[in-house]
Every structure is written in C-alpha cells, then in structure tokens.
C-alpha cells in the first residue's frame, strides 16, 4: 500500500510515522509513505500557496496551480482516490478503512486555512473524509488518522490478521475487556473464565463482554450490525443480568 501526502507541513508526520507499528510497516515494505510539499509547486520567489478569496471574506484558500501540478507529478494511476480532508466530508469509519485498504494507493489532500480553490475539488477530488464533527488547523492531523486506520487493515501489518478482527468497531461492536499478568493486582483478580483453558467457553464470554460494552457504551451500533441467534441471546442474557442488578 502506498500513500501520497500532498501537505504544507511535511514534517508533522515524521514522528508519528516514524514510530511503532507504522514505522515497522514502512520497514517491511508493507507500507510506503511519499511526503510531497506543495509549496515546491509554487511559482513565486515566497512559496505562496495561498492566497485571498474572490468576493471577500476572512482568511486564506489554498490556490489550485501548485496542487495541480503536485498531483501532475505524482502520475497518478486512472481510478486511484484522491482523498481531501475536511470537516464537510464523510466520516471515517471501520467500513470506509476496510475499503481503502483493497487499494494500492491512496493520495491524501491537507486542506489549511479557510480551506482550498473549488476547482481542486471538483476536478481532482475523488473522496471527502472527516474523522468529526470539529475543525482542525489543517488535515494533517486526519491524513495521520486514515492512514493508521487503513494501515492496520493491510495484510502483516499487525502480524496478525486476528489482532485487526478483534478490534472494536472490525465487525460492527466494541471489543471485549482484556487482561495480562500478573493475575492479582492489588487485590483485583483476573477473570476465572480466562483461566480455564476452555477455549469454547472462553469465547462466549469474550463475546458476550463485547456485546455487554457495546450496548452501555455505543447502543446504537447494535442496531446497524448484524447479529446472530446466539448473540440475541447473549444479549437476552444481559439485559435480564441488568435489571436484576438494578432492584438489587
């Protein structure tokens, strides 16, 4: 998987993407990251790659020539996505990564300022992604965001295609509660179910725990993901286990 980065700050992804899994992904060749500075497509003396909005306004939009020719450089493959990164796009989700991840490459666009000439969306822009409902100072921040989700769907990234199955949100719910050593901690023990050795019943009570937080935490994800007979009676089981709690 290969992602191109076309950012006026190239040097806030050194650390994030010099470090821990996506660092040892990029080692392996499972991951290449190509930095471009937009600014080196700039025809004047100060690099400017913004300038001020016809019609008025407050701030600065990010003038098309210098994108242009920065995507012209890239020699960009017909059908490849061309990723802006804005609050107005659609948000990032578990699904929209697994997507991106059957790519080959990704081509990400940092907006800054009041954000980039029309023209550069409509001819050049393939995707709209937001990872919330808030404003940043840029869309480096999110282009680190995406990139470290769609990277973790990447086959070896995380060494373990479970590792990334079990994730919260892989298959629709939150994930379940995990334990290491030791099995005592001031007095808190690690769940004797964990300790059993029985697989079979270990993983009913994995599930059941992932569909115990997922239905105190994010309830409404339940009604988007599809769910088996055993699960409905999981959280049958649950839901009775609740109120017996709450009258005591």
């Not at 060749?29 to 300038?51: F, G, M």
């Not at 000439?117 to 409902?133: A, C, F, M």
């Not at 470290?148 to 509660?177: C, H, K, Q, T, W």
């Not at 019943?201 to 937080?213: F, G, H, M």
Request: charged share 30%; with cysteine.
């Amino acid at each position: 998987m290969k992602f191109d980065i076309l950012t006026l700050f190239p040097e806030m992804f050194d650390s994030v993407l010099g470090a821990s899994i996506l660092n040892k992904a990029r080692e392996r060749e499972l991951i290449s990251i190509n930095k471009v500075d937009i600014r080196d497509y700039t025809k004047d003396k100060h690099n400017q790659a913004d300038d001020y909005p016809y019609g008025g306004g407050a701030g600065m939009v990010m003038k098309p020539e210098p994108i242009f020719e920065a995507v012209d450089d890239l020699k960009i493959e017909e059908g490849t996505p061309l990723i802006f990164l804005t609050p107005q796009g659609k948000t990032l989700d578990q699904k929209m990564a697994k997507e991106f991840a059957k790519e080959d490459r990704l081509v990400l666009l940092c907006g800054h300022y009041e954000g980039i000439d029309q023209r550069v969306r409509d001819n050049l822009v393939t995707h709209e992604v937001s990872i919330g409902d808030y404003v940043l100072t840029g869309g480096e921040l999110p282009a680190m965001v995406l990139i470290d989700a769609v990277s973790r769907m990447v086959p070896e990234v995380l060494g373990s295609e479970e590792s990334a199955i079990e994730d919260s949100f892989y298959n629709g719910i939150l994930d379940f509660p995990n334990y290491t050593r030791p099995q005592s901690y001031r007095g808190i023990e690690v769940p004797d179910i964990l300790l059993s050795g029985n697989h079979g019943k270990i993983a009913t009570w994995r599930r059941k725990k992932a569909l115990e937080e997922t239905l105190l935490r994010r309830p409404e994800l339940l009604k988007k993901v599809q769910l088996s007979k055993e699960d409905k009676g999981l959280l049958e089981e649950i839901k009775k286990e609740m109120e017996e709690g709450a009258n005591g």
